[in-house]
């Protein structure tokens, strides 16, 4: 009982300074953050913020793994033969991780954000989809599958760039939909 106790005022604390970090992080840039304005908006002491995260760097970094933790889960979670069937149900998945943290997914895609984060994400992405790609179509034109596969990845991170900064108004399943007509079918999806 004393362990749940714990670990709910320590999860607690954690969503709370994570959150200051978020506001913050929409009106400058993570190195003119200090660890005084988050603990002083979250109302709690610095010796506490340093209890769990080293500096400012150190919370914005273990925010962003979780974040690609949530998003190679959402990635691993099918094999290239389901994705023949249905391309979506993938994107349907990414794009729910994308809405549950909307806020922070698009502050880190942002002017103040991270390019190194974006940086993983394309990484992550066109690995996973490379991967299963290459199982699928097997292509002998290998400058032309990847030049594909990067349109892809970045298309999709501007869909998702798009999708937030239109208010979301999609459902993770409607994006995944015309994620995938996009994808399989191109320009002429508008005709």
Not at 1 to 30: G, P, Y
Request: aromatic share 8%; glycine share 4%.
């Amino acid at each position: 009982m004393k362990s749940e106790t714990l670990d709910r005022r320590v999860r607690k604390t954690r969503q709370q300074l994570r959150h200051c970090l978020a506001v913050l992080l929409k009106e400058k840039k993570v190195q003119e953050i200090t660890v005084r304005e988050i603990t002083e908006m979250a109302d709690l002491n610095r010796g506490t913020f340093y209890l769990h995260y080293k500096d400012v760097f150190d919370l914005l970094e273990k925010i962003e793994q979780d974040l690609l933790d949530e998003l190679d889960a959402a990635l691993q979670k099918y094999q290239a033969q389901d994705l023949h069937r249905k391309p979506s149900m993938i994107f349907t998945d990414v794009f729910v991780c994308v809405q549950e943290n909307a806020e922070m997914v698009q502050i880190l895609l942002g002017e103040n954000g991270d390019l190194n984060f974006v940086n993983q994400i394309k990484e992550r992405v066109r690995e996973k989809c490379l991967k299963d790609w290459i199982e699928l179509f097997r292509t002998q034109n290998s400058k032309l599958f990847d030049a594909f596969n990067a349109f892809i990845v970045s298309g999709c991170l501007g869909l998702v760039t798009y999708w937030l900064q239109n208010g979301m108004k999609e459902s993770p399943e409607e994006l995944a939909y015309i994620a995938e007509q996009i994808m399989m079918n191109g320009i002429k999806i508008l005709g």
